[in-house]
Every structure is written in C-alpha cells, then in structure tokens.
C-alpha cells in the first residue's frame, strides 16, 4: 500500500478547517472499528481534518496495516507479465496487479470561460479554501451547483465582515425537502455505475439526491443568501458579465473581487498513462460485478472512481476488490 499523503486520512486531512464531521458528507464505518467506537459519540462537531485522519490512523494500528507514505508515483506502465510502479524519487515496484484508489483531490477542475486570463481579482478552488476571514470586505462570487458551494457561499456570508457574497452555476440547484435515503443512494450509485461501464465520464451524485434543505438553509434562504443567477458567459478584468461583448458597454455586469470556483474534481489518473485505459471520450469502460474492473485490463481496479467514488459504495467496492485479487492470484499460486 503505497500513499500520496503524508499521514493516515488521505484528502480529509486537506480539507478547509470549518467543516466538521456533521456538516461533510456521511463518513461511514470501516468494517471492524467504527468511527464513533474510534473517537466516541460526540464527535458530531469535531472538524473532519483532524478527525477522520485520526480514525483512519486507528484503523491502520488496529489492523496492523503497513502503509509507506508518502510515496509520489510517476507511472505504471506494464512489465511482461507484471506491472513496473515507477515513483517520482525514480524507485520502482513490481506488481501483479493494482488496485487504483488515488481519488479526485489532486486534480481541482475549474472549467474554461472567455476572459479567464484577463481576471485581475483572485480565483481559488475549494480544494485552496481555508478561512472566510480572508474575504472579509470583497465581493465574493461562488461557483458551483453542489454541497460545498452552498456551504461555503453561507459560511464566507455570515463569518467575513463587510463581505457582500453572490451565486451562480451552469446547472440551476436543486434542492430536496426529503432525507436522503438508502434507496436514494443506491439510485445514485447505479446512475453512476451506468455511466461507467458504458466508457462515460462518471456524473455527479448530487444531480440524483438533490442537495438536502437542513436549517442552515432554510435560513440562509430567509435571509437572502442563497439568491442564484445562471452561468456568466464570460470573465472581464474587474468581473463577469452575462451575453457580453469584449470591448461593447454592457449592462449586465458584476464587478467582483474574488471567484470561488466550487466545481468540483477529476479523477487523478495521469499515472496510469502509459497503460492506455482511456477511451476516444476520455472516459474508461469499467466491468466486474460492481464495476471496479478497468475491461481493457482486469488486472486493474479502480477504487475511488465512478460508483465507488461515494461513501456510499466504498466498503462494497473495496470487499470486492479484495475478491478479484484472490481470483487473479489464484491463477498461478506458484507466484504468489
């Protein structure tokens, strides 16, 4: 088990200090140490850059689990029969097979808008958000459809004083009234699942489930917080505007200080390059009976990308991962 990180929690431990355990998204149990059995009932309200990766470290030590971190892979290209693991520090490793779990963390994806370049304010992701004091007195534009633009958009309005905060997305928000459920989660596993084993980029959970109203909403609502705008067609130097014409007056323009790009993540696959798994839509054909195996290589999995992205499909995804290792090893024992 090689790791990226330098320390048990993988991209929990990198995320903005104010989220805590009950405003993330569900963290559920690892089997044979739960998470309120690790770090107790009221746990609630610690902040889940520290609690999670202190988990997980429980876990490991539990387990016996020996993890070497960090550890930087360049590539994986094949090796005969074998797979070479080449890291950044030009050591390598041979493997028979490779479960892939390396996440979306490292590759923030902010999308392309004319004027981009021109943008004299500054421009961060969520995965750059630390605190909402930094934007104390700016005008502060949140980009983005899903749960965390929606909780930074509230938490930057009520913690940054003399902070004036405004909303847009490509796709108009959707919200829900009701829990979210298991059946619900499994829709969204399986429209996700769909995707992938049809070559498809995978989508996002949240156009399934609807973002949930809690009461942080409603009165974010109350309070006029949560005032949305379509998609801005393009970014000026002091700015968005909307249907604009570089160099013509236009009176649909927003003058802005900061745009917050909430858009979410790709897949963090640049390593697996040299294996060419990628197909003409940049999307990878995913087979097996929960769709952890790459079809063009069934010695490769992939954990953490498409339906075993979410919480929801982790500890499934990964008991089946563990089974297709036993299966392909099985084949020769002699190499075990």
Same mark, same amino acid.
Request: glycine share 10%; hydrophobic share 40%.
């Given at each position: 088990?090689?790791?990226?990180?330098?320390?048990?929690?993988?991209?929990?431990?990198?995320?903005?200090?104010?989220?805590?355990?009950?405003?993330?998204?569900?963290?559920?149990?690892?089997?044979?140490?739960?998470?309120?059995?690790?770090?107790?009932?009221?746990?609630?309200?610690?902040?889940?850059?520290?609690?999670?990766?202190?988990?997980?470290?429980?876990?490991?030590?539990?387990?016996?689990?020996?993890?070497?971190?960090?550890?930087?892979?360049?590539?994986?290209?094949?090796?005969?029969?074998?797979?070479?693991?080449?890291?950044?520090?030009?050591?390598?490793?041979?493997?028979?097979?490779?479960?892939?779990?390396?996440?979306?963390?490292?590759?923030?994806?902010?999308?392309?808008?004319?004027?981009?370049?021109?943008?004299?304010?500054?421009?961060?992701?969520?995965?750059?958000?630390?605190?909402?004091?930094?934007?104390?007195?700016?005008?502060?534009?949140?980009?983005?459809?899903?749960?965390?633009?929606?909780?930074?958009?509230?938490?930057?309005?009520?913690?940054?004083?003399?902070?004036?905060?405004?909303?847009?997305?490509?796709?108009?928000?959707?919200?829900?009234?009701?829990?979210?459920?298991?059946?619900? /989660? &499994?829709? @969204?596993?399986?429209?996700?699942? *769909?995707?992938?084993?049809?070559? #498809?980029?995978? %989508?996002?959970?949240? $156009?399934?489930?609807?973002?949930?109203?809690?009461?942080?909403?409603?009165?974010?609502?109350?309070?006029?917080?949560?005032?949305?705008?379509?998609?801005?067609?393009?970014?000026?130097?002091?700015?968005?505007?909307?249907?604009?014409?570089?160099?013509?007056?236009?009176?649909?323009?927003?003058?802005?200080?900061?745009?917050?790009?909430?858009?979410?993540?790709?897949?963090?696959?640049?390593?697996?390059?040299?294996?060419?798994?990628?197909?003409?839509?940049?999307?990878?054909?995913?087979? /097996? &009976?929960? @769709?952890?195996?790459?079809?063009? *290589?069934?010695?490769?999995?992939? #954990?953490?990308? %498409?339906?075993?992205? $979410?919480?929801?499909?982790?500890?499934?995804?990964?008991?089946?991962?563990?089974?297709?290792?036993?299966?392909?090893?099985?084949?020769?024992?002699?190499?075990?």
């Amino acid at each position: 088990m090689l790791d990226h990180s330098p320390g048990p929690g993988g991209a929990w431990q990198f995320r903005w200090p104010t989220l805590t355990l009950a405003g993330a998204n569900n963290v559920h149990d690892l089997p044979g140490l739960g998470l309120s059995e690790a770090l107790g009932m009221e746990c609630d309200h610690w902040p889940a850059r520290t609690a999670v990766p202190d988990y997980f470290a429980q876990y490991e030590e539990k387990f016996g689990l020996n993890v070497r971190r960090p550890v930087h892979i360049r590539s994986v290209s094949r090796a005969g029969d074998d797979f070479r693991v080449t890291a950044s520090d030009g050591s390598e490793l041979l493997a028979r097979t490779v479960i892939n779990a390396t996440g979306t963390w490292d590759r923030p994806f902010i999308p392309y808008v004319p004027g981009n370049e021109t943008f004299t304010g500054t421009q961060l992701h969520t995965h750059d958000y630390l605190d909402p004091g930094a934007f104390a007195g700016k005008r502060v534009l949140v980009v983005g459809a899903g749960i965390s633009a929606v909780q930074l958009l509230i938490e930057i309005a009520r913690n940054a004083e003399g902070v004036q905060t405004f909303w847009c997305s490509r796709t108009e928000p959707r919200f829900t009234e009701r829990s979210f459920t298991a059946e619900q /989660g &499994r829709a @969204a596993v399986a429209r996700v699942e *769909e995707r992938v084993r049809a070559g #498809l980029a995978p %989508g996002s959970v949240v $156009s399934v489930t609807g973002l949930p109203v809690n009461d942080s909403i409603r009165q974010a609502r109350a309070d006029g917080i949560l005032e949305w705008r379509p998609m801005f067609t393009r970014i000026t130097t002091t700015g968005v505007c909307w249907d604009c014409t570089p160099g013509q007056a236009d009176n649909d323009h927003l003058d802005v200080d900061v745009i917050l790009w909430c858009t979410g993540f790709r897949s963090s696959l640049d390593h697996l390059a040299p294996l060419k798994l990628r197909g003409p839509g940049g999307g990878i054909v995913m087979t /097996g &009976r929960l @769709a952890t195996v790459v079809e063009a *290589e069934p010695r490769v999995q992939l #954990l953490g990308y %498409g339906p075993s992205a $979410s919480t929801i499909g982790a500890n499934r995804a990964g008991r089946e991962a563990a089974r297709v290792v036993q299966t392909l090893l099985s084949r020769s024992p002699e190499r075990t």
